[in-house]
């Protein structure tokens, strides 16, 4: 831990905010901030929390919908129970987590998905924004078709390669979609978030049978930012995922 990081961090408006307000995490204010500009989340909603340990957003959340709504909160790592908050631990790439989560709602449809997911960072910029990219894609995979319509989703993304063919797909899900970066992330962080409003009944102008990932991965072949796209004989494994990305060409 530098000293530069201990000192922004012990004169962080937000930590102090969070700590005072009984949030368990900065990033609470980052999806009050997505809420107030955007109105994701309205009373009663169903809400899935991805990414939601130690669990600031799904306070929010729990918040917003209040008594009459459901917030789901699932991430790797557990979370110390949050009254009103089912918790799942799990991958959300998994096939098993997935099923297990649709099970919980037992065809209750969802609202709102948000995902503040972020994966283990390696201090590699290109190779991180690659992972969070994956990630983000795989995400969209799962989220877009059990999301009610009209409903929201928001994700962090990390600004990079990929990030347009990502956005070209939400467009093709969502009548509103815009990047937004909260006053509560920190001025030196290349986050942002995706946000979706308004989950058509169907996608517009999609090739048919292609998902999100397989969109990324071929604009971002297409562009030579990575190798041909090989076929896959076996599914990857949970938890190891990311596009391999060349280092940029000329540019
Ligand atoms: C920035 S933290 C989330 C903070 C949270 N929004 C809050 O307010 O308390 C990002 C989280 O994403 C989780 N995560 C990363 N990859 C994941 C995956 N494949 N499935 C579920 N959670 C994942 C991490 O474990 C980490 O806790």
């Known amino acids: ?26 990033s609470a204010y980052k999806l009050l901030q997505c809420q107030e500009k955007f109105q ?17 957003w799904s306070q929010v959340a ?3 919908t209040g008594d009459s709504g459901r917030v789901l909160g699932i991430d790797l790592k557990p979370c110390e129970p949050i ?23 037992d065809g209750q449809p969802i609202n709102s998905i948000v995902s503040d997911i972020s994966p283990g960072l390696t ?8 992972i969070s990219l994956d990630l983000v894609c795989l995400l969209m995979d799962f989220a877009f078709p059990i999301l009610n319509k009209g409903g929201s989703f928001v994700t962090k993304i990390f ?10 797909v939400a467009k093709q899900n969502f009548s509103k979609v ?34 999100v990932r397989d969109f990324v991965e071929s604009s971002l072949a297409k562009e030579g930012f990575i190798t041909g796209v090989e076929e896959e004989s076996e599914p990857k494994e949970s938890g190891k995922i990311g596009f391999t990305l060349h280092r940029a060409r000329d540019d």
């Open 178 to 211: 815009q990047r937004f970066s909260p006053v509560a992330s920190r001025n030196s962080s290349s986050e942002t978030y995706l946000v979706c409003k308004n989950k058509l009944p169907r996608a517009r102008g999609q090739e048919v049978d292609i998902t």
């Open 40 to 56: 994701l989340i309205r009373k009663g909603d169903t809400i899935l929390d991805v990414g939601c340990h130690p669990g600031g």
């Open 123 to 130: 201090g590699q910029y290109e190779m991180d924004q690659a």
């Open 83 to 105: 009254p009103g908050v089912e918790l799942i631990v799990g991958d959300i790439t998994d096939k098993k987590t997935q099923e297990k989560l649709l099970e919980m709602l």
């Open 1 to 26: 831990m530098s000293k530069r990081w201990y000192n922004e961090h012990r004169r962080d408006p937000w930590r102090k905010k969070a700590k005072s307000s009984g949030y368990r995490a900065r």
């Open 159 to 168: 600004q990079g390669r990929g990030i347009e063919a990502a956005v070209e």
């Open 62 to 64: 729990l918040e917003l």
